[in-house]
């Protein structure tokens, strides 16, 4: 099984939309009662909110530079408005600016991010001791928004190596504990595949299951792989 970042990559990505505070506005009446002690209270905690705010701003900022190199075109000439003379100089960009936000954001959600993109870059590479590493890693880091994600991708890497019994217990405890990344259904599906060859039975069973689901899409791509597995024994008379 092959894996790559492009297969690892996912087509959604995940937009946290900001909501106005407007705390002080909020609560007038509060600091109408209280008087100026409590006026400065809010004004500390609106304080200590844009500081927040201003702080996660910057992170995204570093980290929507560091995945530029991304989409950069590869070009001798440099005509493009981003582009860089050879793969490996393109290469080079991007983990240098992702390792950068990784380091200087750790433990935030942004770090986590960089460190996923980091993991997807060294499986590219080959470097699959590396990925596990820095996918094991941003699960500990416990973020919704890429823990999942990075489960996932775990169990694709465990796959490709023929670690099946890592794996297909990874995709279990995602399919067990689904989330709006990698729900249920992605989870049930990546493991039957895997189980197609070596263990159509139970592969079947999975599909099956599949096959129960209300959503069109499900249904279409679980018929796809039943088409695949060997027939299911006749039953006995």
Known sequence: MEINRKNLKHDKFVEEVGHSVEYIADHKSEVTKYGTI????????????????SQREARRADLVSAIKPLDAQVSATGSAPLAYPTQAEK????????????????????GTMANYLLATQAVSA??????????????????????SLAKFALAQLYASQG????????????????????SKEQATYALAKMLARTQPQESRKLV????????PPVTRVATGLSGELPAAPASKP
């Open 208 to 215: 099956d299951e599949l096959l129960k689901s209300p959503r």
């Open 163 to 182: 670690k099946t019994d890592q794996a297909a217990a990874t995709y279990k405890e995602l399919a067990a504990s689904p989330s709006v990344f990698v």
């Open 126 to 147: 080959g470097r699959n001791d590396e990925a596990e590493r820095r996918f094991k890693a941003v699960v500990s880091d416990g973020h919704d928004s890429t823990v």
């Open 91 to 110: 290469d080079k960009a991007v983990l240098a600016g992702l390792e950068e936000v990784a380091k200087k954001h750790a433990g935030s959600e942004e």
């Open 38 to 53: 409590g006026a400065a209270v809010l004004v500390v905690a609106v304080g200590g909110w844009w500081f927040m705010s």
